[in-house]
């Protein structure tokens, strides 16, 4: 380590004339963190598992094919969408997403994050940005090998609705992760699952006004009315969908990942971690 | 530059106890001063040290930085402060460059000059050798050189150190040590925490010994050994002291 005088001018201390330290934006620093959460994705294990889920319902839909006969293009749309906006999604959501906080923990860096400026915030709003970017990007990728062998009349015909039904999914997901990584991160996991589970397939299944607070609902309504099914379903059906126009449903997951956002960063600015939780 | 006051900061254990980790700690540090913070483990400095950080918060109680209260205004506070934690906390798959360039970015350190900073403290800190490698295949020493350049990327007049020389072996507490006095000689206000008294006693211009949560003694050398007395006896007369 260097140790002569020539650190004196060269790490010069701010006297009463010189520049103000930098205090950056919030923007700034949501990005920084979203580049540095992304090259940490950009790992062979994790393109290995990446790979394997842009593999995965291109697969099932293949031994799908040989199953069925006749038109299949319904069943094909409902494989899809169970897959790609919903399992694909929230897989992927569930390992970008759920240890925000905890991994920093683990690995002994959450402290030099969280002594930035806007540390705290940008590292959940960063790492939000990189768990949609990278789950999005998995999810398309998924999704266009999926309609090439899905053995549709017009399989591109699909590709806007369902590229929009991942957007809104990862959006609302990751956004819904975001509260228990940030509540309990040690067990961010169990409790991402717990509310999958819970809020997004017992709720959202619901007939009731609670379902109306569910990603779910607004990807089912959009799924059935991008295919057009709405004047098909049966009367029982009808009450596991919400006829609300397209825009409605999409303003509802953003308002619905914004509101969930605003809390859980209010959260993590309030968390105090004592020593003895850190790696 | 770095000023506590009354400080306390309590926990609540899990089995329902409080715990009272500081309990009252004074203390302040001006520019162009190292003072060390000396205890056993337990005795409260590092939860003193989260809370000037702003990772904790105090239960009452003042802890400022050149000015900012780290209740009140700890975006202020982090702005005038690095932080060096005993846990180097260095990325394994990003390079020196590449961690100091991020947390550059993170602190909001402008574009035109980041560059030319972290340039600097690779130079300044060893670190050219090894500035492209990943940091998991990096030494102690060599890990927690990049920690420190970490918390200097800004240009902080205050740091905050904890246990900085715990993984380092001598020639690396000798170097990080006399780094950490040219700094100083800069002008900045430096606060460390260590175990290792020998290795500050003719470093810090002060001590501030804490024990169970409270201030057992402060001052010079002099005033903490007494007249002939080394730090470490000093030391444990403050902490033997106070536990009579």
């Known amino acids: ?279 | 530059m770095i000023e506590v006051l009354d400080l306390v900061k309590h926990y609540t254990a899990a089995d329902g106890q409080i715990v009272r980790a500081v309990d009252g700690v004074s203390f302040a540090v001006g520019p162009g001063e190292m003072v060390g913070l000396l205890g056993a483990n337990g005795a409260g400095k590092t939860t003193t040290l989260r809370v000037l950080a702003t990772l904790l918060r105090p239960t009452s109680g003042t802890a400022r930085v050149a000015g900012c209260d780290v209740v009140l205004d700890p975006v202020g506070a982090r702005c005038q402060l690095g932080y060096v934690s005993a846990t180097t906390g260095v990325p394994d798959r990003l390079t020196p460059r590449e961690i100091l360039q991020s947390f550059g970015r993170l602190h909001g350190v402008a574009a035109e000059t980041l560059d030319d900073r972290v340039e600097q403290l690779l130079g300044v800190l060893d670190l050219v050798s090894c500035a492209d490698r990943p940091a998991g295949r990096l030494s102690s020493g060599q890990r927690q050189r990049v920690s420190v350049g970490r918390a200097l990327v800004h240009n902080p007049p205050a740091l905050v150190l904890d246990e900085p020389t715990s993984v380092l072996d001598v020639f690396g507490s000798r170097d990080l040590l006399a780094f950490l006095a040219n700094l100083r000689s800069e002008g900045r206000a430096i606060l460390l925490s260590t175990h290792r008294l020998h290795e500050i006693e003719n470093r810090c211009d002060r001590f501030v010994i804490i024990h169970g949560g409270r201030v057992a003694a402060q001052g010079t050398r002099a005033q903490v050994a007494g007249p002939g007395g080394s730090l470490e006896q000093g030391f444990f007369a403050a902490v033997e002291g106070t536990r009579a």
């Open chain 1, 1 to 279: 380590m260097t140790t002569t005088n020539t650190i004196g001018t060269m790490l010069q201390q701010p006297a009463d004339d010189a520049q103000p330290l930098p205090r950056g934006t919030l923007l700034a620093a949501v990005l920084a963190v979203a580049g540095f959460q992304l090259r940490r994705l950009f790992t062979l294990p994790r393109l290995a598992i990446a790979a394997l889920g842009v593999l995965f319902p291109a697969a099932v839909l293949l031994a799908v094919r040989k199953t069925l006969s006749g038109s299949m293009d319904g069943t094909v749309v409902v494989i899809l969408y169970a897959l790609i906006p919903e399992a694909l999604c929230m897989l992927g959501l569930l390992v970008t997403m759920c240890p925000v906080v905890a991994d920093e923990l683990e690995r002994g860096t959450w402290a030099h994050i969280a002594v930035r400026p806007h540390g705290r915030r940008a590292l959940l709003l960063g790492t939000f940005l990189a768990a949609v970017a990278w789950t999005a990007a998995v999810a398309i990728l998924a999704l266009c090998l999926a309609l090439a062998v899905s053995g549709m009349a017009h399989p591109w015909k699909r590709f806007p609705l369902f590229a929009a039904l991942v957007g809104l999914s990862c959006l609302g997901r990751a956004a819904l992760f975001a509260l228990p990584a940030v509540i309990v991160p040690k067990r961010a996991l169990v409790a991402s699952v717990g509310v999958a589970i819970v809020v997004e397939y017992l709720a959202g299944f619901l007939p009731a006004v609670v379902n109306q607070l569910t990603v779910s609902l607004r990807l089912r309504s959009l799924l059935v009315q991008g295919m057009g099914w709405g004047r098909q379903m049966p009367a029982g059906m009808q009450l596991l969908i919400d006829t609300n126009p397209v825009w409605i449903q999409c303003g509802a997951v953003v308002l619905l990942a914004g509101v969930l956002l605003v809390a859980s960063v209010l959260i993590l600015d309030r968390r105090q971690f004592p020593p003895s939780e850190e790696g």
